[in-house]
């Protein structure tokens, strides 16, 4: 049975709706049009950097959701509109890239694609790209078969053309103006070319949405082509109940390439998800099913210093983004990191994980004589005198390692490095110090 033909698995829109995923749909009856047939739908994704971040899994996750659930699924690179910018959400115009850039990053984008969609078997997804059709359209034809479709005062009562015009410092360039029509010939041309009948995007995008269906609609009509039905849907965006932004730690965006984010980074991202949003982001990013959902809740509820949802939500999201390999590595790290089995730890995750403490280089030779933990504690302005020193130790206030030091005349030598060239200074619980033998 070819997968046109099978029936699409029906909880799909009830799943969503309990996930808080649906914020917008152009027809009530959408929940039922899924039941009845697989529908090809698209996502697209701006090719901004050679990679996606965190930010762009809600968008990935969904269109994974319908592929799983029978529908057939496109992940479109804007190849095109990546030369242009979507002014949806920004407050001021996007630099331009030079076309050397948007291909390095078209090229890193679906390599991400592939590790979340399956490109083969019965159903696979398809990767497209707008720069395919428009690199061979004239100006002048475009604005012949496409402008002629949009009225000016349409385009600028859409919220994201709006915001901008009323931004008086920065406005709107006539380049940003064009791209509702450029995301909307999108639309249009999947439509044909595909049989596409959905496309999703966050709320921000709702308007470029609507566009999109309009221009089919008057597309045929100009045309003498029946009418279809064609669809919008629009997911919440992604945000924080602090009101910042989601997606960036303090040392920038949280990527889904090892490369720029590692596995370790990833999990310590999500683990420390506040109490307010963690079930938020569980509902929005993870696989687990309604009771296994509402057993965390419950357990959030009840005993929200286990932190078991935080922690749930950090495996689930590092599995499924770096593979179940990663995250066992990282999880024997994270138990070691804070306990006396640090020296199990390899040299990343431990400069990871103390990125952000104070570090000081040492020549490794001078461990052959043994450094005085006295004179190191001064050294490493962990205490301000050796006095300091000897009463910090003597109250059992210092550790090598996170092995408690009760020896006043104690010395670090070879013995205690960890990856053959660290060692971890603690005084009390929090004040951390690390020592690098070169």
């Not at 083969?120 to 428009?134: H, L, Q, R, T, V």
């Not at 070319?193 to 609507?210: P, V």
Request: proline share 3%.
């Amino acid at each position: 049975m070819s997968q046109q033909n099978k029936k699409p698995a029906p909880e799909l829109f009830e799943d969503l709706e309990f996930r808080g995923l649906i914020k917008q749909v152009t027809d009530p009856n959408i929940a039922k049009i899924l039941k009845e047939k697989p529908l090809t739908l698209y996502i697209g994704f701006d090719p901004t950097a050679d990679t996606l971040h965190v930010g762009s899994l809600l968008p990935l996750l969904t269109l994974k959701r319908f592929q799983q659930a029978g529908h057939r699924a496109i992940a479109l690179v804007g190849g095109a509109t990546g030369m242009i910018g979507d002014p949806s959400g920004k407050t001021h115009e996007r630099s331009l890239m030079t076309k050397e850039q948007l291909k390095a990053n078209q090229e890193g984008i679906k390599k991400i694609f592939a590790k979340f969609l399956d490109l083969s078997g019965d159903n696979p997804a398809i990767i497209a790209n707008n720069a395919d059709w428009f690199e061979n359209i004239t100006f002048i034809d475009f604005l012949r078969d496409v402008g002629k479709h949009f009225t000016v005062n349409h385009m600028m009562a859409k919220e994201s053309v709006r915001a901008r015009l009323e931004d008086r410092e920065h406005g709107i360039s006539y380049t940003e103006f064009s791209y509702m029509l450029l995301q909307s010939y999108d639309f249009y041309v999947l439509h044909n070319t595909e049989g596409c009948t959905l496309q999703m995007g966050g709320s921000d995008q709702w308007g470029n949405i609507t566009a999109g269906i309009d221009l089919i609609r008057k597309m045929k009509a100009a045309r003498g082509e029946p009418e279809t039905e064609v669809y919008g849907i629009t997911f919440p965006l992604v945000s924080k109940a602090d009101g910042t932004k989601f997606g960036k730690s303090e040392k920038g965006n949280i990527w889904l390439d090892p490369n720029r984010t590692s596995p370790y980074q990833l999990y310590q991202f999500f683990i420390q998800t506040s109490d307010t949003d963690v079930m938020t982001y569980i509902r929005y990013f993870t696989f687990l099913d309604r009771k296994e959902i509402l057993c965390l809740e419950e357990s959030l509820r009840k005993e929200p210093e286990k932190r078991e949802a935080q922690k749930t939500l950090a495996r689930e999201l590092t599995r499924l983004v770096h593979g179940q390999k990663e995250l066992d590595r990282v999880e024997k790290a994270t138990q070691a990191l804070f306990g006396t089995e640090i020296t199990t730890v390899d040299a990343k995750i431990l400069q990871e994980a103390f990125a952000d403490a104070p570090a000081t280089e040492k020549e490794k030779a001078s461990l052959a004589a043994g450094i005085p933990i006295i004179d190191v504690l001064v050294e490493t302005g962990l205490c301000n005198s050796k006095g300091a020193s000897r009463k910090e130790i003597s109250a059992g206030g210092v550790y090598v390692n996170n092995t408690r030091i009760t020896d006043i005349a104690g010395v670090i030598n070879e013995k205690h490095l960890i990856a053959d060239q660290f060692v971890l200074l603690r005084k009390g619980k929090k004040n951390y110090h690390l020592l690098k033998f070169r």
